[in-house]
């Protein structure tokens, strides 16, 4: 098989409401310590995201968070103000503690190194840069977002990076069977369907897609077709 080295993560900054969800990404985060893997995901400590990255980090692999300035918590102090609507920072001011809260909540602290990136555009983009591989935990909006983009990088060979989803006691169930209808309707075509390697547990999910690099590896020419 196909050795992974670096593998980026994509899942919830919150925990859902069920523990079978915060098993597996403490399961995830064990399977990546034990095959030595280090972790890419979009920083902070909370949720999903933090209870992978905490349990990468504690297991002795290298953790690497990439935020963009909008979610990265900042001291209290003189600091510029990003506008995420035109890219570009568009003052700088002095920011109140409360502030510092409000960021603090949607990420929480830093786990391992921390990347700063101007914005979420370039966020997904050094994250992908970064890593051998793409695995999704359950998640919302933002996971889902960042999962389908890499499906769509790879069906028009940005990448050649195995994707993966962890598709925990059936929560993806419907998005795949989304996916097998776009096929019967034919607007995704059936060798593009299969970029995407789902499976029930981490360790099932980890082989395939290293079975999966290993075939990338071989026939590197292998194009999917809209």
């Avoid at 980026?8 to 034990?34: P, Q, W």
């Avoid at 893997?37 to 290298?62: A, E």
């Avoid at 570009?88 to 700063?116: K, L």
């Amino acid at each position: 098989m196909g050795k992974l080295i670096r593998v980026c993560v994509y899942c919830g900054s919150s925990s859902g409401h069920r523990k079978i969800f915060s098993d597996a990404a403490l399961d995830l985060g064990k399977e990546l310590v034990e095959r030595k893997m280090d972790l890419i995901y979009g920083g902070g400590s909370i949720g999903l995201m933090g209870l992978v990255s905490q349990t990468v980090y504690d297991g002795g692999c290298h953790v690497l968070g990439v935020i963009p300035t909008s979610l990265n918590p900042i001291e209290e102090g003189v600091t510029y103000v990003y506008d995420t609507q035109i890219g570009e920072a568009i003052c700088c001011i002095f920011i109140h503690r409360n502030s510092w809260v409000a960021n603090y909540q949607i990420s929480g602290h830093a786990v391992g190194e921390v990347m700063v990136v101007s914005d979420m555009h370039e966020r997904k983009a050094e994250m992908a840069r970064q890593a051998d591989a793409f695995i999704a935990l359950p998640g919302g909006y933002g996971t889902m977002e960042e999962l389908l983009e890499m499906v769509s990088w790879s069906q028009l060979r940005v990448h050649r990076k195995p994707v993966g989803l962890l598709n925990i006691d059936g929560y993806y169930d419907c998005l795949l069977r989304l996916f097998d209808k776009g096929v019967e309707e034919g607007f995704i075509n059936p060798s593009a369907r299969d970029i995407l390697i789902s499976a029930k547990t981490p360790k099932e999910l980890i082989d395939r897609m290293e079975v999966t690099l290993l075939s990338q590896l071989f026939f590197p020419t292998l194009l999917y077709l809209y």
